[in-house]
T-cell receptor, first 115, second 108 residues
Framework: DTGVSQDPRHKITKRGQNVTFRCDPI?????LYWYRQTLGQGPEFLTY????????KSRLLSDRFSAERPKGSFSTLEIQRTEQGDSAMYLC?????????????FGSGTQLSVL | KNEVEQSPQNLTAQEGKFITINCSYS?????LHWLQQHPGGGIVSLFM???GKKKHGRLIATINIQEKHSSLHITASHPRDSAVYIC??????????FGKGTKLSVKP
């Protein structure tokens, strides 16, 4: 499978615990995006990378959230001291870069439930 | 900040009917995306268009840049078209801003 893959598919954790999600983009894509989606809402932008550089972070990304893409390939999103409000689907997407916006390819997401 | 509004929020149609979903945005853009999300979360890009009309099978997307409006049409709808359809436009520095989506249910 050469699409975007995310791991794990589901994560259940207790409030206060730390969680980490992983995203493997399509190999030739140098842009990687993280989005969060709650029930009945469209995806909300969290952050994005061009290669290993984190180019933008949303105001939604509090200090408890950190994302990395150390070698410009896979990315991790860590949430520290999880809260119940962090429960959501976390989506990763990748695209090639260029002057114009390119088509995004999405992973299946990681569903986080904070108890 | 670009705002994206979709209508309707929910749509139920009988199989075979022609369906239209609308998207309006507030700031000028270079391109607009239509995406499809099935239960379970998977999102698939349907169209990316910057002018006029694009067609793929029974799906047609149109955009009017001057009016800041786009429509997604489904001809001869089928129950397998049941999904959430999401419109998205570029935000600052390359991200996408998504609408809340239109939940379509096509009944046999």
């Amino acid at each position: 499978d050469t699409g975007v893959s995310q791991d794990p598919r589901h994560k259940i954790t207790k409030r206060g615990q730390n969680v980490t999600f992983r995203c493997d983009p399509i190999s030739e894509h140098n842009r990687l995006y993280w989005y969060r989606q709650t029930l009945g809402q469209g995806p909300e932008f969290l952050t994005y990378f061009q290669n290993e550089a984190q180019l933008e972070k949303s105001r939604l990304l509090s200090d408890r959230f950190s994302a990395e893409r150390p070698k410009g390939s896979f990315s991790t999103l860590e949430i520290q001291r999880t809260e119940q409000g962090d429960s959501a689907m976390y989506l990763c997407a990748s695209s090639s870069s260029g002057r114009l916006m390119k088509r995004l390819f999405f992973g299946s997401g990681t569903q986080l439930s904070v108890l | 900040k670009n705002e994206v509004e979709q209508s309707p929020q929910n749509l139920t149609a009988q199989e075979g009917k022609f369906i239209t979903i609308n998207c309006s945005y507030s700031v000028g853009i270079s391109a607009l995306h239509w995406l499809q999300q099935h239960p379970g979360g998977g999102i698939v890009s349907l169209f990316m268009l910057s002018s006029g009309k694009k067609k793929h099978g029974r799906l047609i997307a149109t955009i009017n840049i001057q009016e800041k409006h786009s429509s997604l049409h489904i001809t001869a709808s089928h129950p397998r078209d049941s999904a959430v359809y999401i419109c998205a436009v570029p935000g600052s520095q390359g991200n996408l801003i998504f609408g809340k989506g239109t939940k379509l249910s096509v009944k046999p």
